[in-house]
């Protein structure tokens, strides 16, 4: 998107744990590209590669709610590895900062309380135990307080944060496995959430064009964008999570059994509570890291929904894909998989 979008781009820096073969697939064009494989955790790495940069994307994560990671690894990575970026801007001079925040900031809760086409400024009680929510919400509190710091040379570090709500698009791995799951079980899929409640989703194109138009802004507009958060917003349909899945896994050969959920709460409960006890027993043994389990069960039955113009108001953001764009491009990709089921 970078390199499309960003004329005034001369060297772009790709800094990742895995460095993917897509990096050989862009058009480059007149941009100098250098790939670099590191480690957000380790500080000296993050700052040799910061080193001369005039504004960094910051985006690297472990997004993890099924217990794959332990929340000590989760904290380094999104937390001190938030830190480690931060500092890498202050030491080197680097004067603008991006970061890739979450709704997960924001909720839902562990009361469950909805959230319902909120904004920035909606009052909602952000409380977390899940490592992933709290983490993310750490991180983000470093980088908007490290707004105003002053950066090597003495001018201030300029920083603000986009909370994309669910992702999706080309490449998300949770939509790949449900389509899979569905193929197994014979093109069907099981109601598990009621179609009332409403999850925000926002498609992965619009996500990123946000962050290229915000980290130009940033720089014309210190003053306004500065120490700001933003949610990530286009005109995708607010429906249930299932619900809004099957857009996309209905014109590629699945369908949703039910009306409503053909199990009830306590029992689903009772079945992801079971998976956290495998999860634990087979750890010494194996990764069993299913999608159902009691955080992505409530998660998935508490509604979070976002209705903002703010990022329109502040830096002329207006989504580049449109609905029926993004849910296409997604189509084309799950009907592009398969054959390559793992
Ligand atoms: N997937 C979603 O629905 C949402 C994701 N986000 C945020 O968006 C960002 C990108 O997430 P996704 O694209 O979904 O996940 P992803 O797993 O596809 O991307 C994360 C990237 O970070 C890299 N990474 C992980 N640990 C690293 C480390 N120690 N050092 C350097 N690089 C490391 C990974 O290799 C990967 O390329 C994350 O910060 C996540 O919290 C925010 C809201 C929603
Ligand atoms: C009852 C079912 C088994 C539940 C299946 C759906 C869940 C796997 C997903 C429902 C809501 C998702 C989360 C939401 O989109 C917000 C997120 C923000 C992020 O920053 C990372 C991803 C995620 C936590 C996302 C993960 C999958 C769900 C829990």
Redesign the pocket.
């Known amino acids: 998107m970078l390199l499309q979008r960003e004329p005034r781009l001369r060297e772009l820096r790709v800094f990742d744990l895995h460095l993917g073969p897509w990096l050989e697939e862009l058009q480059t064009g007149p941009v100098q590209v250098t790939a670099i494989q590191g480690d957000v955790t380790q500080a000296h790495e993050v700052t040799a590669a910061v080193a001369g940069a005039h504004v960094v994307i910051h985006t690297a994560g472990l ?1 993890d ?1 099924f217990g794959r990671a332990s929340s000590e690894t989760i904290h380094e990575v999104n937390v001190q590895g938030t830190q480690n970026v931060i500092e890498a801007c202050v030491q080197t001079g680097t004067q603008f900062l991006v970061y890739t925040s ?3 900031v924001v909720g839902p809760n562990i009361k469950g309380h909805p959230f319902y086409r909120g904004n920035e400024d909606t009052p909602y009680e952000a409380a977390h135990r899940h490592p ?1 929510p709290r983490s ?1 919400a750490l991180a983000e509190q470093l980088v908007l307080e490290a707004n105003g710091r002053k950066v090597h040379g003495g001018l201030p570090l300029v920083t603000c944060a986009l909370r ?4 999706y698009g080309e490449g998300h791995q ?1 939509m790949r496995d449900i389509y899979y799951q569905g193929q197994r079980l014979g093109g069907r899929l099981f109601r ?2 009621p179609a009332s409640v409403e ?1 925000g ?1 926002v498609y992965v194109g619009n996500v990123a064009w946000m962050h290229v138009l915000v980290a130009r802004e940033l720089q014309q507009q210190a003053a306004l964008l500065g120490g700001q958060v933003y949610f990530c917003y286009d005109s995708s349909p607010y429906k249930s ?1 299932e619900d809004f899945n099957m857009e996309i896994l209905g014109p590629c050969g699945l369908r949703l059994v039910g009306a409503r959920p053909l199990l009830p709460y306590w029992l ?1 409960m009772f079945l992801a509570l079971l998976n956290a006890l495998l999860q634990w027993l087979l750890r010494p043994l194996l990764l069993y890291a299913p ?2 389990n009691p ?3 409530a ?2 039955n508490t509604t979070f929904t976002v209705s903002t113009n703010k990022a329109q108001r502040h830096f002329g953001y207006e989504p580049l894909f449109s609905w029926e764009d993004s849910r296409n491009r997604t189509i084309r990709w799950v009907r592009a998989m398969d054959g390559s089921a793992p």
């Open positions: 997004v709610v979450s709704m997960e992933y993310k994309p709500t669910g992702i949770i598990a959430i999850h989703r999570y689903l999608l159902l955080y992505t069960l998660m998935a």
